[in-house]
């Protein structure tokens, strides 16, 4: 058994690097995650979107304890690659920073699911029943989760490890909503130049959101 440290962590994220996982082909990983479960004798399930779900036993004194769902996301953005499908993140450390040699690092949301990894093969810390879910294509739509089946997970406590404050414990998740307008714009042409400002307005939403406007 490995202790979860700070070593083992960085370990297993150079194992998810060196498997390509864009959004949308998240196959190779899910397999991964799959056999770290089998390697371990833990419950798992895969469901048709390949998100996986791997469940650890309650550690003595806490099997009557909520379980715990530590939550993260298996794939990645891979900024400016060529052939993302097929290469690895190439990591190297610059001055006490960890970076890829000319992509992301992946660290979103491969660092997270590394820690619950060397948690879930850890003994020597105390918990109530855990699972740990790793959904598919959070960066391109969320729709791993979107279509995850209501008993796919039994907890209803999340630590969320895909948080982007570096010293804040998230529980919970965001909701996300992607809705597609189609907008009839009259597009006006003065002097030769071609000039439209779409404005859009949003209100009453009451949490942190972020707006993607694409025209065409
Ligand atoms: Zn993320």
Redesign the pocket.
Known sequence: MQQPTAERVLSIFRELNQIPRPSHHEGRVADYLCQFAQRLHLAYERDAENCVVIRKPATPGYESSDPIVLLN?MDMVCVGMADPLNTPIEAYVDNGWMKARGTSLGA??GIGLSMALAVLESDSIEHPALEVITTTN??DGMTGAAQLSKDFLRGRKVINL?SEDYDTITTGAAGACLQFHRIPIQHTCWVGVHVWWPCILCWRLDSSFSIILASR
């Open positions: 996301h979103d949301n959070e960066e895909d």
